[in-house]
Structures are given as C-alpha cells and as structure tokens.
C-alpha cells in the first residue's frame, strides 16, 4: 500500500538529495522482504521507479565500525565493477539507515523457473549463465574484495560449527522438532572440522545465492543479484550449493549434478587451487548449507512468527538426507540417523 509522502519520515527529502531532478510527489510502495529484518518501498512519482532500503538499526561487526547496510553498498559496487549484474545505487545516509537503488523489477528467479518448469530448457540455460556469473563473483571480486568492508565473520570451520550446525540442532531440531540436540554436538563439531579441513582455497561467496536472491529482467532474460551483504570468504562449493540445493526451486537430481560437475572447469579459469578442492569438499560444504537453512526456516516460523516458510521445510530435509548418504558421511552415523526419523523417505530428491 502506498504511504503517503506527507507522513514519511525524512525519505522524500533524502531521495531528493539523490536525485535533484526528481520533482513531484513521490509514492512509497512496500515490497515483500522474505527473511529479511529490513523494509524495502518501490518508489513511484519520479521519471523511473527506484528501490528504498530502509534499515535504521542495522547488525554490526563486533569489532570494526562496519554495519550491515555499508556491506551492502559497498558489495553492490564491488561486483558491478567486476562483471556481476547489482544494482546501481544512488544514495546512502549511513544514519538514517536509508539505501536508494536501481529498481530491479518484479520477476524473481523462483516464479520464473516454476513457470516455465524446473526440467525446461530455459532453466538449464538460466542456470548455467548463473553459475558462469558466480565464477566471476567467486574469482574476479575475490581478488580485489577487502574484507574489513563488510560486517560479516569469516567462513571456517568454527563459523560452520556454531552458525550452522549448532542453528540447525537447537533451532530445527531442538525447538522444531522437540529432539534432544546435544547428543550431536561432538558429530556436528567433528563434521564442521572435515569440511573446513576439505574446503581448500577461500574465494568470495555471498552465502545466501538462490533463487529468490536474483531478479530476471527484460530484454534478454537479465540476471539480477539483489542480496549479498552476506558475502565473506569462503569456500567454493558453499554458493553453488545454495543455489543447486534451493528449497524454493527443487531441480531434478541429474541438472543439479550436472551443474554442480560443470562448476570447476569455470571456475579453474580463475582460481585452479580453489576449483581442485571443489569435488571433496562439496557434500560435506552442502550439508552445512541445508542445516542452515532448515535452522534459519524454523527461527523465522517459531520465532518471528513468518509462518510461510514452514512450506519448505520438507524439500530441504529431504535434501540433507540425500547429501547424508553419500560415502563422507559415514562416521557420523548419528546425524544421518537423527535426520532418517524426522525426514519422511518421500522427500528426498530422485
């Protein structure tokens, strides 16, 4: 619903100071956040259509005076400058919390993939071109990105332990499912330390690459990378897991492996130590990718009260379930166990 400009705290006069030219009375659209703690508003009323972040009390890094907000400006420009396609932005009141960008339209990747069919044609294409663009982001902006830009804690195997696989036990399976989590804190840790140890070369990922995260625009089907404040160093395997491994888009099993055996020879191109530890590391980095997730989906619907995300809970278990049975995973036969009896055998992906 569009909010009044008269009642707006302080956004006309800020888009104002970005763009002079504006003119008019502007109107300020809510758009749908997903996960996210910020507010987004398409802004009408000016000769295009822009987008305002808005986020007053942004997370910041423990121990530089870094926010998330800044990360997101400063990442939108690094991977516009290397090649990626991010928004341009327009303005930032560091403040007020307030980002103006390019407007990126409405066509999320998810919708279009669900029309035109998770076996198209089209999606293969699309998703080829996705991970060609992610080599970029991975190699080409992780040569040049400065870490102490950004808010976020480096990926490793510490990070991987109490980020992800503590969230998945306390939160999905502790609070979720009512399972005890603590007999599964020495396997968890055990498990994060293999896939820290198998990783190799740390490259740039954005951490949360799927398909809600990138916009299809006209002409040509563009690409559009709209949430990255996420990004840190990390190994390779993490974004095209995220990406392969989606709840929101369940791609046949034979598309996902093919992707997945494509992804080295790109990204050897650029980075050749990175793209050699890719194969060996790449179950136990997607699993993490799945606790994560299944962690972060029940936080959202107990916590938060985003009850819609409960809808994907049984596509991720079921994918954890698949990655769990592959040959890395069998010294941890506790965690395959505890997720057998809380994941349906209909779920796991063919």
């Known amino acids: 619903m569009p909010i009044n ?4 705290p302080g956004w006309t006069d800020f888009i104002l100071s970005c763009l002079p030219e504006c003119g008019g009375t502007l109107e300020f659209v809510r758009l749908h956040g997903d996960g996210s703690a910020r507010s987004f508003f398409r802004v009408l009323g000016a000769s295009r259509s822009y987008v305002l972040i808005v986020s007053p009390h942004p997370p910041r890094h423990g121990a530089r005076d870094v926010d998330e907000n800044e990360t997101w400006v400063y990442m939108a420009g690094l991977l516009r400058g290397c090649g990626a396609d991010a928004p341009e932005v327009y303005g930032f009141d560091r403040e007020a919390g307030l980002i103006l960008c390019e407007d990126a339209g409405d066509r999320l990747l998810q919708a279009e993939v669900l029309r035109h069919g998770v076996d198209s044609a089209w999606t293969g294409e699309v998703y080829h071109r996705l991970l060609e663009t992610l080599a970029v ?8 990105f400065e870490p102490e830009r950004t808010f976020t ?7 991987m332990y109490r980020a992800e696989a503590l969230y998945f036990a306390n939160f999905f399976l502790g609070k979720l499912c009512a399972v005890d989590p603590e007999p599964l804190y020495r396997e968890l840790r055990l498990l994060a330390a ?3 140890e198998a990783a190799g070369e740390r490259v740039l990922i954005l951490r949360d690459f799927q398909s809600r995260n990138v916009m299809v625009q006209q002409p040509g089907d563009r690409l559009r990378l709209i949430d990255f404040q996420g990004a840190r160093p990390g190994p390779s395997a993490y974004d095209v897991a995220s990406l392969l491994y989606d709840p929101y888009v369940r791609l046949p099993q034979g598309l996902r492996e093919e992707l997945a055996g494509s992804y080295p020879e790109l990204l050897a191109r650029q980075a050749p130590a990175a793209a050699s530890a890719f194969e060996g590391s790449f179950a136990l ?6 606790m994560q997730v299944l962690g972060a989906y029940a936080k959202l619907s107990m916590a938060d009260g985003k009850r819609e995300f409960l809808a994907y809970v049984a596509p991720a278990l079921g994918s954890l379930r698949h990655l769990l049975a592959s040959p890395e995973f ?11 009896e809380v994941c349906p055998p209909e779920d796991v992906p063919g």
């Open 330 to 340: 069998e010294r941890f036969a506790l965690l395959r166990r505890t997720v057998e």
């Open 137 to 144: 982001v991975q190699a080409g902006c992780g040569r040049v």
């Open 194 to 196: 293999a896939a820290g």
């Open 5 to 8: 400009n008269t009642t707006d």
């Open 285 to 290: 980095v997607a699993a993490h990718r799945m």
């Open 153 to 159: 804690p480096p990926y490793d195997a510490d990070f």
